[in-house]
């Protein structure tokens, strides 16, 4: 009896292991996927659109792994982002300054929210260690949270009333200076480039970003933090392309008000004399423009970033009369 019921679970068991094999017969396999590969564009007044002369270059890991394609801005797509600054500027110099660190820390949230993709890119294309990269990353959400605290403090700081012989009352108040371009650090393509632009707009500015034309991709990925962060629209324009060819018109273009020469390189002098033509504010190369992602750690950059872009207004007024 035994044996019998021995042998009528076999039986199943064969039959089950040809049921199995037969529906894994009849499963069509599964094909690889083929890898997505992605052109980043530029952003501009608030959309993505493509370099205007529909070129673009391959943006390439540090061991020569091919990561994506980059939009090559040109010449017209620099003026178009000027355009777009200056017609942003009055809305946002026009924010109170509390609004606009509501705006600041709305970026810091959204960041925050992505810190692994963050992560991931930094390590994948910076080659930083799984560590650094997350260092990195902190450190610029908080950087977004250090110049949101500013945005309604620095007035406080950087003006005042005056002390004069006569009967007028004398107060000094900090404004923004217009448009902005930023030649992002090449070789801190996130922290870096949050540590020059973050100042710019705190304090009532639009930029216009030339990005690291070697890593690319961190910049438009913020990018895209700032498109879903409540910024308006071309309040942040991003360029991503090769600073020789980008630079030139940019320092000479009559509607910047001031350069942030980071980035600039051997190009340096050569913008500085370009942006002197139309008596544009120039903030020169740092000890840290050339470091890396390290050189901008300091969780407590004070304000040297945000006092370059910003006038001095001072009104007098009659007073016991």
Known sequence: MAERRGGKKADKADKADKGGAAQAARTPAVPARLAVRKTYKLYLGGAFPRSESGRSYAVTSTDGTHLANAALASRKDARDAVAAARKAFSGWSGRTAYNRGQILYRVAEVLEGRRDQFVARAASAQGLTRVRAEEVVSAAIDRWVYYAGWTDKVAQVLGGANPVSGPYYN????????????????????????????????????AVVVSSEAAPLAAVDLAEVLATSDLPGGVVNLLTGRVPELGPHLAAHADVN????????EDATAFEEAAAQTLTRVLRRGPDADGGEEAWLDPDPGTSRMTPFLETKTVWHPIGV
């Open 171 to 206: 107060h000094s108040a900090p404004e923004p200076t217009g448009v902005v371009v930023v030649f992002a650090p090449q070789n801190a393509p996130l922290l870096g480039l949050t540590s020059v632009v973050a100042p710019v707009i705190a304090t009532g500015n639009t």
């Open 258 to 265: 001031a350069l942030d020469l980071t980035g600039t390189g």
